[in-house]
């Protein structure tokens, strides 16, 4: 029978044989925390490889992705759908091995990691989770929701802020189902990091409300496993198990330095480490033995199954609450969710209101909130500005799990992570608010969000100059394009409360990537439409005014710009001129459509166009071509009453009035 460190080396060789074939690659942190994942893997991971999307299986998160052949290694051995071949295409073209782990590609892989610190705030998500279900779901006699999220770190993780804001966060929250492994192996790329990474690291968690195990060998697998076993006994709050390690364990010649993090062993000391740790086996070949020992298929099945029969006990006595925790979990809208939003649009166009947009975000949340439970909101310390806390908003806390509002205070980076958690777990729809400018902050994990194609509502409010006094610092220019260009990124900027709730429906049904909904802090008019403008909002750009026959000037638009717009078409129309407007909430929506109708919101035949958006001017060039014009920022803003600067930054009819003419007389 296998000793631990046999089964433990079975990882360093698989890792170091990975990487050396790629040509590529980190063996360091692999071969450093091989003992600690098979302590955790053998003894303490609850999952199923025959079934990776098990609702009540533990999550495993390695933040220091750059590791990943670790993971991969695990998955292979304890008997995933990952084979050998996958492992000798690591970092290959379509492998499912890709350098970094990534959401979707390989079975049994809970998160893309990569981006130092993402990966535990996104295992923060994960605790929280757990901890929101668990407590709206679990009954006396009936515990439904049960599970642990495992995260290695390593020192980058930590010097990452972000680290800071997810940590601080999950300590006020009390998550005690969160377990993190820090890798203190003292190196990084540059070499002993104890030239710029001295914290008190201990110290430091313990100083969030975490509990601390310290100081554990992290090669001594009794060590490790007394310390998770401390671990999993605190349930009040989250631990951080901190572990001495020596970069690249095994070997002899590289390790304990920063050339083992990320570079190939190579072959001569691939040789040696083979000698070092006596592993006599031909690269990716392991023993039948330590395939027997490593592989949790049946203990995987049975725990499920176990758990399937724990459900069908909570189906009999609970239904209702059964029924809709399924429904959740499967990430399946109430069947009914189209009907009651068409409902909200109509109410909103019968309304009429004129009220700021982030107020018109806060309606569209009061129709929907009630209908939805799975959302699950927040804002960066800036409730009160964006509007994101409706009349049934409960804050969770440490003490009570059972709320559907999260007061992130200022983190906005940790915010946008914690929520792609909370995703990729099951079971919620998050949003969460900042100021639009603030989204800079974030845009990592913004970013990584589209890259899993994760349902992350990003509710971004004082959407631009027209935010006024508080002057440059806080007027979003470049953000709008620059968010636009994400790939898998949806963006809506509604012109009014009707459009505000088509973005929010858009927003909640669309399961494939995250949703900015860009919001003004001033009022913006209502907008009147027939039957077919409504239906047409959700086609992200639509003709919202028109003249007889063919247009010969087309007025582009989004958000509070869209009133200019319409009040130059009067003007036009006025003077016989034949112009349309074109409301655009969203782009990436808009160019989704087919191209008959692209080609009739925007005939190519017309060519004289002007757009409106007070934000960089050159994005919308793409639009109104090289006869076109673009009323937009070229600039930073300034501070003063946002009706100063948009006349000073020509964001009035009269400017717009004035470059229509100007585009028809060229």
């Not at 310290?214 to 496993?225: E, M, Q």
């Amino acid at each position: 029978m296998p000793s631990r460190r046999e089964r433990a080396n079975a990882l360093r060789a698989l890792s170091m044989d990975a990487v050396q074939q790629a040509k590529s690659g980190h063996p360091g942190a692999p071969m450093g925390m091989a003992d600690i994942a098979e302590v955790l893997w053998n003894d303490y991971m609850r999952h199923n490889p025959a079934n990776p999307g098990w609702w009540n299986r533990d999550r495993f998160v390695l933040s220091n992705g750059h590791g990943s052949m670790l993971l991969y290694g695990l998955l292979h051995l304890t008997g995933y759908d990952m084979q050998v071949d996958d492992l000798r295409n690591f970092r290959q073209l379509h492998s499912r091995t890709p350098g970094h782990p990534e959401y979707g590609y390989t079975p049994g892989v809970e998160t893309t990691t990569g981006p130092l610190g993402q990966g535990l705030a996104n295992a923060v998500g994960m605790a929280l989770a757990e901890k929101v279900l668990a407590a709206q779901f679990n009954r006396p006699g009936h515990t439904l929701v049960d599970h642990h999220t495992y995260c290695f770190v390593g020192d980058g993780c930590l010097m990452e802020g972000i680290s800071h804001e997810a940590c601080s966060l999950a300590g006020t929250l009390g998550l005690g189902k969160l377990v993190v492994f820090y890798d203190d192996n003292g190196i990084s790329i540059d070499g002993k990091v104890e030239g710029w990474f001295t914290d008190d690291t201990p110290a430091r968690f313990r100083a969030y409300g975490w509990h601390v195990v310290a100081d554990v060998d992290g090669h001594d697998s009794a060590a490790v496993d007394a310390a998770i076993r401390e671990a999993r006994d605190v349930t009040d709050r989250p631990t951080l198990i901190c572990c001495k390690t020596v970069i690249g364990f095994g070997a002899p010649n590289a390790c304990g330095t920063h050339g083992v993090h990320g570079a190939p062993l190579g072959e001569d000391e691939i040789r040696a480490t083979r000698e070092f740790l006596k592993w006599d086996h031909a690269p990716f070949e392991l023993p039948p033995a330590v395939y027997h020992d490593w592989d949790a298929r049946d203990r995987g099945a049975a725990a499920e199954a176990q758990w399937q029969e724990a459900l069908a006990d909570y189906r009999r006595a609970h239904p209702e609450l059964a029924e809709e925790f399924e429904r959740r979990m499967r990430g399946d809208l109430p069947a009914t969710f189209a009907e009651h939003a068409d409902e909200l649009l109509h109410k909103a166009a019968a309304a009429g209101d004129e009220v700021a947009s982030r107020k018109a975000s806060q309606q569209a949340l009061e129709g929907f909130g009630p209908y939805l439970p799975e959302l699950i909101g927040g804002s960066a310390d800036l409730t009160g500005s964006n509007n994101t806390k409706w009349s049934g908003s409960t804050p969770v806390t440490a003490e009570d799990g059972d709320g559907n509002y999260i007061f992130y205070g200022v983190r906005e980076f940790a915010m946008t992570a914690i929520q792609s958690g909370l995703a990729l777990h099951g079971g919620f729809v998050p949003y969460g608010g900042t100021f639009l400018v603030f989204s800079d902050y974030a845009r990592n994990a913004v970013r990584m969000a589209s890259l899993m194609g994760q349902r992350n509502i990003l509710v971004y409010t004082h959407d631009s100059i027209g935010l006024g006094e508080d002057g440059p610092t806080h007027q979003p220019v470049e953000q709008l394009p620059s968010l636009r260009m994400i790939p898998g990124f949806s963006l809506w900027r509604p012109c009014d409360a009707v459009e505000t709730v088509a973005a929010w429906r858009a927003a909640i049904e669309r399961r494939d990537g995250p949703t900015a909904l860009v919001l003004s802090r001033q009022g913006l008019p209502h907008q009147e439409r027939d039957g077919e403008q409504l239906a047409a909002i959700r086609r992200g750009g639509y003709i919202l005014r028109d003249c007889d026959g063919e247009p010969e000037l087309i007025l582009i638009a989004t958000g509070a710009e869209v009133a200019l717009a319409t009040g130059a078409w009067e003007q036009l129309r006025a003077d016989g001129v034949a112009a349309r407007v074109v409301s655009m909430p969203s782009v990436d929506v808009f160019e989704q459509q087919d191209a008959g109708y692209q080609e009739a919101v925007l005939p190519p035949a017309c060519t004289r166009r002007v757009a409106v958006e007070a934000a960089a001017a050159e994005y919308w060039y793409r639009f109104v071509g090289p006869r076109g014009r673009v009323i937009g920022m070229t600039g930073f803003g300034e501070s003063a009453p946002a009706g100063d600067l948009f006349r000073h930054f020509g964001f009035t009819v009269d400017n717009v009035l004035a470059e229509a003419r100007r585009v028809l007389e060229g």
